[in-house]
C-alpha cells in the first residue's frame, strides 16, 4: 500500500477550506435519500462502510442458511457485516470477534457466538464457517476457520489468494436498497462515543482510528 504524506500546515489549510465550504458536487449515480429516522451525522457514518460490508457479501456469494464468522466485529465495516448477515441474509448462524468490552455489542446487533479475541484464538475453536469475513487484516488465520471449499473476504490488503478481496464500487442504488432496513430499526449505524469530532480534531481523529479501539464509526462534523 502507497502512503501519501501530508504537511500540517496543508492539512490546516484543507480544513480550513472545508469549515467554508456550504455545498459540494457528486454524481448522482453516488447519491441515495437519508434514512428519514436517522440524524445527518448517523447518515454520514454508513455509505463506505455499509457499502464494502455489502460488496463483500456479492463477491462471496453469500446465502441465507449459511455461517458466518466476522473477524472484527464491532469496527465499522464488522458491525454492518454482522448485520447484514442477520437481516438481509438470513445467516444460519453469526460468530464474531472484539475485545472483552465490546462483546456486548455484539449480541446487540446480532452475534450468536462472541469471541473474546484478548482470551481465544478462533482458529483453534472445532466450529467452521461457510464465510469468514475479514476485516482486520488476519487471512491467513482465517483459512484455517473455514469449510473445505468455503471462502474468505477480506477489505485489508494485500488480501492474499485465494482469499476475495476488491475494490469497492460505491452505488447509490445499494445505499436506497437497505435504506428500508434503517427506517425499520434492523439496520442501525454504530458510533464510537468520541462521535461528532469537529474539523479541527481530524488529525486525532485518524490517530485514534489507526489505535484501532474505536467503536464502530467516528464522524467529523463540520457544524458546530
Same mark, same amino acid.
Request: hydrophobic letters at 40%; one cysteine or more.
Given at each position: ?6 504537511s500540517?500546515?496543508?492539512v490546516?489549510?484543507i480544513?480550513?477550506?472545508?469549515e467554508?465550504?456550504?455545498s ?6 453516488? =447519491? #441515495?435519500?437519508?434514512?428519514s429516522?436517522? &440524524?445527518? +451525522?448517523? @447518515?454520514?457514518?454508513i455509505?463506505?462502510? *455499509? !457499502?464494502?460490508?455489502?460488496e ?5 456469494q453469500?446465502?441465507a ?18 448485520? =447484514? #448477515? ?5 445467516? &444460519?448462524? +453469526?460468530t @464474531? ?5 465490546? *462483546? !456486548? ?25 461457510d464465510?469468514v ?5 488476519q ?22 489468494p ?13 445505499l436506497?436498497k ?12 454504530i458510533?464510537?462515543?468520541?462521535t ?9 481523529a ?8 474505536a467503536?464502530g ?5 463540520p457544524?458546530?
Amino acid at each position: 500500500m502507497k502512503y501519501m504524506v501530508i504537511s500540517t500546515r496543508k492539512v490546516c489549510r484543507i480544513l480550513r477550506f472545508l469549515e467554508l465550504c456550504q455545498s459540494t458536487v457528486a454524481e448522482e449515480k453516488l =447519491l #441515495a435519500h437519508k434514512p428519514s429516522n436517522l &440524524s445527518f +451525522i448517523e @447518515a454520514a457514518s454508513i455509505p463506505l462502510a *455499509l !457499502e464494502t460490508a455489502l460488496e463483500g457479501f456479492e463477491h462471496a456469494q453469500f446465502s441465507a442458511g449459511k455461517s458466518i464468522l466476522v473477524l472484527g466485529g464491532a469496527g465499522g465495516v464488522g458491525s454492518y457485516a454482522i448485520q =447484514l #448477515a442477520k437481516h438481509v441474509y438470513k445467516a &444460519s448462524k +453469526i460468530t @464474531a470477534t472484539a475485545s472483552t468490552g465490546k *462483546l !456486548e455489542l455484539l449480541r446487540e446487533i446480532g452475534v450468536d457466538f462472541p469471541i473474546d479475541y484478548t482470551k481465544y484464538n478462533f482458529e483453534d475453536l472445532p466450529e467452521k464457517y461457510d464465510l469468514v469475513y475479514d476485516a482486520v487484516g488476519q487471512t491467513d488465520r482465517a483459512f484455517k476457520a473455514i469449510k473445505e471449499g468455503e471462502k474468505v473476504v477480506t477489505i485489508v490488503p494485500p488480501g492474499y489468494p485465494p482469499a476475495i478481496f476488491f475494490a469497492l464500487t460505491s452505488k447509490g442504488s445499494n445505499l436506497e436498497k437497505l435504506r428500508p432496513y434503517f427506517e425499520s430499526g434492523q439496520v442501525k449505524p454504530i458510533l464510537d462515543a468520541k462521535t461528532p469530532l469537529p474539523f479541527s480534531q481530524l488529525i486525532e481523529a485518524i490517530s485514534y482510528l489507526e489505535t484501532s479501539r474505536a467503536t464502530g464509526k467516528v464522524v467529523v462534523y463540520p457544524i458546530p
